[in-house]
Antibody, heavy 120, light 108 residues
Framework: QVQLQESGPGLVKPSQTLSLTCTVS??????????WSWIRQHPGKGLEWIGY???????YYNPSLKSRVTISVDTSKNQFSLKLSSVTAADTAVYYC????????????WGQGTLVTVSS | SYELTQPPSVSVSPGQTASITCSGD??????ACWYQQKPGQSPVLVIY???KRPSGIPERFSGSNSGNTATLTISGTQAMDEADYYC???????????FGGGTKLTVL
């Protein structure tokens, strides 16, 4: 059973960089065949896809966030990470990591989510 | 940008059939999927590639997609099905994953 677990600071100051890591267990990122995504949900709102990475390092980002997002992968640790720069209060959200098994955005496994608040 | 539109809320009586729609320009030309999210929990995939059910999802969940509308149908709705439901598609032209705004399903 694949499991994903987000980790990182729950509080980030405005203008700083939000950094989160997703640790995957029960399966190897480097085995290929899956895309590893970050998705967020603003409080009381809907879902917003941030981007994904393949084990090879290929990335694809939400065009509206592309200028501020970097997703990277560490196959030795079976982890992938998110960096979102120049954050504002509008980036306050629950951040989920998820596995896409289709390459066309179908998320079959999700982490439990982690709330990141942007505040001074 | 590509948009998916869902009704904010749908109500259904226990045992009846609930239908939740998702509208988007030529949505039928894309694959649609659906997620169920209960309060405080992560989303769960209930339908993918328009009409396929992942392992473990009850048969009462079904989906269709044609023209500009995808539909999630829950037959014999149970109290445990009360949740928010999100449709989602892949906009290959923009290279963007798009979610609908979500529909709150109330079973009363």
């Amino acid at each position: 059973q694949v499991q994903l677990q987000e980790s990182g600071p729950g509080l980030v100051k405005p203008s700083q960089t939000l950094s989160l890591t997703c640790t995957v267990s029960g399966g190897s990122i480097s085995s290929g065949g899956y895309y590893w995504s970050w998705i967020r949900q603003h409080p009381g709102k809907g879902l917003e896809w941030i981007g994904y990475i393949y084990y090879s390092g290929s990335t694809y980002y939400n065009p509206s966030l592309k200028s501020r997002v970097t997703i990277s992968v560490d196959t030795s640790k079976n982890q992938f990470s998110l960096k979102l720069s120049s954050v504002t209060a509008a980036d306050t959200a629950v951040y989920y990591c998820a596995r896409d098994f289709s390459g066309g955005a179908t998320f079959d496994y999700w982490g439990q989510g982690t709330l990141v608040t942007v505040s001074s | 940008s590509y948009e998916l539109t869902q009704p904010p809320s749908v109500s259904v009586s226990p045992g009846q059939t609930a239908s939740i729609t998702c509208s988007g320009d030529k949505l039928g030309d894309k694959y649609a999927c659906w997620y169920q999210q209960k309060p405080g929990q992560s989303p769960v995939l209930v339908i993918y590639q328009d009409s396929k059910r992942p392992s473990g999802i009850p048969e009462r969940f079904s989906g269709s997609n044609s023209g500009n509308t995808a539909t999630l149908t829950i037959s014999g709705t149970q109290a445990m099905d009360e949740a928010d439901y999100y449709c989602q598609a892949w906009d290959s032209i923009r290279g963007d994953v798009v979610f609908g705004g979500g529909t709150k399903l109330t079973v009363l």
